[in-house]
């Protein structure tokens, strides 16, 4: 499978400002620091992690919703970082975006026909009238909604109708990547696995590739090829879905899936639980060395709070930023308890942090 997208050592760093007129620059928010992956044509790539941990914004930058602060995103050959103006604005058709609350990210006063058609407006697909109703038509029925619906208004649906409403406006431009951002966590359980079916569908008849971005493993596990596992900024493991759940390497994804339950009572009876202590440090503080050394269980003296390791390959395919990931897939090294650190966070930082965290461990176990 050939490349579609591939992102480059991408930063995303969020000023502090202070004053007055907000003209001083006190510290960064390192939302997203340092991310180096691959999505290939076709497939669905699954993005984890707790809240504040830099997914968001790491989808946006990939489509210049957000401007990066460093490194490149490279769409099907082309350079993006360096795009501006009409190129831009054309490549753009080219991705799209569902975003997780079908309610706020469509406008009340509009109706759906209106909705579709701005999106094809906004890329000068609207110009022939039957050629424009044929089309709403077909989007309407792709995502399993009545015609009659292109009249109504989106109070008038349930939550899953919205978000196929969300779903067709983001198809109507023909995209080749959709980035979903929590595409079901806002919907009942019901029907969650209803809209995930229908994103599997349509991306079999349209060929499409999605950015899966959720915090809930089994909603990743169920649509994505490959699972890529975020903490603080950076990524710290990736591998097929099914070898990241069959054989996680790195501690933080080791801790994530042991707080997931299995519906086997036997397996659940033996399953591996690692509690993590200490609160997911502020981004605009992160630790140095490995940014997880503060909570890691397997956490060794030297390196993993003075070197930030890497994301290396392990097996094919199977990469994991950990100095210790071998001698913990061989048994060698054992989890121990760990002894939360106090971050110092600066007073000059310090109150604008309420939006960037913390979240406490109850999140993630
Ligand atoms: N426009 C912005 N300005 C300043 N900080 C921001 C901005 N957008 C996001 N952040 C901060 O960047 C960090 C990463 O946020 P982001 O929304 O990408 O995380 P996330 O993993 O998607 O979390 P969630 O699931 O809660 O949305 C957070 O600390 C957030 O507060």
Redesign the pocket.
Known sequence: MSTLVSVQDLKVH?PIKRGIVLDRTVGY?Y?VDGVDLEIRKGETYGLV??????????GRAMLRL?EPTGGKVVFDGTDLSTMKGEPLRKMRRRMQMVFQDPLSSLDPRQSVESILVEGLRAHDLDKDKAATAKRLRELLSAVGLPSTSLRKYPHEFSGGQRQRIGIARSLSVNPDLIVAD?PVSALDVSVQAQVVNLLEDLQVEFGLTYLV?A?DLAVVRHISDRVGV?YLGGLVEEATSDTLYAQPLHPYTRALLSAVPVPDPELEDRRERILLTGDLPS?AAPPAGCRFHTRCPWRQPGKCDTERPVLRELAPGHRVACHWAEDIRDGKIQPHSVEPELVEVTDAISPDLS???PASVTEVI
Do not use: Q, R
């Open positions: 969020f928010v939302a992690g707790e809240s504040g941990c830099g997914k968001s914004t790491l957000t929590e971005i915090h975020m981004p939006a960037a965290g």
